[in-house]
């Protein structure tokens, strides 16, 4: 083809281009988005490029006229540097302390004592598996009507009724299976240790039968409580679970998490889906606030409740903007900067409710 030659296409020559272009457009990006997970920092973090910052590795080449090589000779004297040793932490002041005093050998009658040196040594004790062997007589009482009756005291409450199993014991495997994250065979391999031979199923029949007897009655009042406030964050986080519906694979149900802080109270919530269902049953009698990270499940479950945004996923959005217009993408990002500085300026001070709200109008408002 020659230079100035006209070509003439079809229109749906040209829309295909257009499309092609489109596509082009959209691959650029997708492949943008990969090298920002593989590669990218997962701080997000933005840093303002300064034009008066010269570049470290950019450097012009000088031209080094060539020199005669000179051998030198010297002697440098190194000043050797004193080894810091390592600080070491002070022993937590709640732990029980036993006291064992050891005196000197062959000490005289006469000697006075001027002091002590005390060092804080940090020991412990294998817990502990005993049997609690509870006793309760029995009585014959005579009465007036030459009847005979038995008294004898009420069994104490135990968390499994008819069962061997106590608080303290449910207890610990409670905490060792969900919050230290044993299996149910780990633990029961720390009891053998100590001569105590138990089935796993055994274990899991005791904590299933606290669970469902016991911790239900403090979880449905959490959910209870936690919707007494004006403002809860919510997010739903997707997990693994092993369900009956399909053996040998894994359902992906979804923990959906209700968080008051002012109250430090926190609710979760299992829901085999991520649908809408969850929070409308949770935020029935809820009226306040809701801050999530914008998904659609929250909207339209009532008219008391209103919505509000996360700071940190409208970031996202525009730190990911500054592969294809860094431009205007800076100036959001700067003015996000403002507002974390202030965030982080209540933190460092370790403001109030109140506090912080007066700082925001001041600070963070303008921006």
Not at 90 to 95: D, F, I, K, N, R
Not at 160 to 178: C, H, Q, R
Not at 323 to 344: G, M, S, T
Request: charged share 30%; aromatic share 8%.
């Amino acid at each position: 083809m020659s230079k100035g030659e006209t070509i003439t296409i079809s229109i749906q020559e040209y829309q295909q281009l257009l499309e092609y272009k489109s596509e082009v457009e959209l691959l650029k990006h997708q492949y943008a988005q990969l090298q920002r997970m593989l590669f990218g920092k997962k701080s997000e973090r933005f840093v303002l490029h300064d034009p008066n910052q010269g570049v470290l590795f950019d450097l012009p080449k000088e031209e080094i006229a060539e020199k005669k090589t000179e051998e030198i000779t010297y002697t440098r004297n190194i000043t050797k540097k004193e080894k810091k040793h390592p600080l070491r932490t002070p022993l937590p002041a709640h732990l029980p302390r036993k006291e064992e005093v050891i005196e000197p050998d062959n000490i005289p009658e006469n000697a006075r004592r001027i002091g002590e040196t005390i060092t804080e040594i940090l020991e412990y004790t294998p817990a502990n598996i005993y049997v609690r062997k509870i006793i309760r007589p029995k009585y014959i009482v005579d009465s007036n009507d030459e009847r005979t009756q038995i008294a004898i005291a009420p069994m104490p409450l135990l968390p499994i009724p008819k069962g061997n199993a106590g608080a303290s014991m449910i207890a610990y495997i409670l905490v060792s299976k969900f919050v230290d994250h044993l299996p149910y065979s780990r633990i029961a391999k720390i009891f053998k240790r100590q001569n105590l031979y138990t089935a796993d199923s055994t274990l899991g029949g005791w904590a299933n039968n606290a669970i469902s007897n016991l911790l239900i009655l403090a979880y449905e009042q959490i959910q209870k409580e936690i919707v007494k406030t004006d403002y809860l964050m919510a997010d739903e986080t997707p997990i693994a679970v092993l369900t009956e519906d399909k053996p040998g694979a894994t359902h992906q149900g979804y923990l959906w998490v209700y968080y008051d802080p002012v109250r430090k109270m926190v609710l979760f919530d299992y829901q085999k889906s991520r649908g809408r269902e969850g929070p409308k049953f949770i935020l029935k009698d809820f009226s306040g606030f809701v801050q999530s990270d914008g998904y659609v499940a929250y909207d339209k479950l009532g008219s008391l409740i209103k919505f509000l945004a996360c700071m940190a996923h409208a970031r996202r959005k525009f730190d990911k903007a500054m592969d294809n217009d860094p431009e205007r993408a800076q100036k959001i990002l700067i003015l996000i900067q403002k507002l974390y500085d202030v965030e982080r300026k209540a933190r460092e001070a370790d403001l109030g409710f109140d506090e912080i709200k007066i700082l925001r109008q001041e600070k963070s408002v303008p921006v």
